[in-house]
């Protein structure tokens, strides 16, 4: 069965550090891949997505995450965060059949 | 432009009741996806509708069915409600969809069955 896995449940990290969040998935076919970000009291939103082409994919807000084919990763990434990066970030898969299958989240917390 | 909406906010059922959540889609999309959030599980995707027909449906029993209205608004119907169906249903929609798609998430009704 597809899945996906984000190994980082919970991270904490002060401001400017670099954060580095993982994010596996078992699919053998083509798939497209997401991250979404639900800051605190708002929506789930869309941080960047990857469907072919270069696989360093550059989002919003300084984010950007690598496609690496023969790990089945796809890990978000951001030099320097940001007190206001405090929220909770899913990966997303969306297979050959377009069924969407979301992680169960990293809860990252930037202390100030 | 309005987002996407949920209603109602908060649903409360007994079990073995009925519940119906709705979703209204951003203006133009036509595809609205549900998922079931519940604690500790990330998102399940439960339903995918477009163009008003039932597209892909996630891993959940039948009594989890919905529909699309010609508006492209949406009803998710949970039958014979169990405890463990208690969680956040989140509704979210696009523009049509190949795989690709931004989806554009609401903000949820949180139902608790008891």
């Known amino acids: 069965a597809q899945s996906v896995s984000q190994h980082n449940h919970h991270v904490i990290l002060s401001e400017a550090a670099s954060l580095e969040l993982g994010c596996n998935y078992s699919y053998g076919g083509t798939v497209n891949l997401f991250w979404y970000v639900q800051y605190p009291g708002q929506h789930l939103q869309l941080l960047l997505k990857y469907f072919s082409g270069d696989p360093l994919v550059k989002g919003i807000k300084g984010f950007e995450a690598e496609f690496i084919k023969s790990k089945f990763s796809f890990n978000l990434r951001k030099p320097s965060v940001q007190w206001s990066d405090t929220a909770e970030y899913f990966c997303?898969?969306?297979?050959?059949?377009?069924?969407?299958?979301f992680g169960t989240g990293t809860r990252l917390k930037v202390l100030a | 432009e309005a987002g996407v909406t949920q209603s109602p906010t908060h649903l409360i059922k007994t079990r073995g009741q009925q519940a119906t959540l709705r979703c209204s889609p951003i203006s133009g999309h036509t595809s609205v996806y549900w998922y079931q959030q519940a604690l500790g599980l990330g998102l399940q995707f439960l339903l995918w509708y477009d163009e008003g027909e039932e597209r892909n449906r996630g891993n959940f029993p039948p009594r989890f069915s919905g529909r699309q209205f010609p508006n492209y608004s949406s009803e998710l119907n949970v039958n014979a409600l169990e405890l463990e169906d208690s969680a956040l249903y989140l509704c979210?929609?696009?523009?049509?969809?190949?795989?690709?798609?931004?989806?554009?998430f609401g903000p949820g009704t949180r139902l608790l069955v008891l």
């Open positions: 979210a929609s696009s523009l049509g969809d190949r795989g690709r798609e931004t989806q554009y």
């Open positions: 997303a898969v969306a297979s050959g059949t377009y069924k969407y299958i």
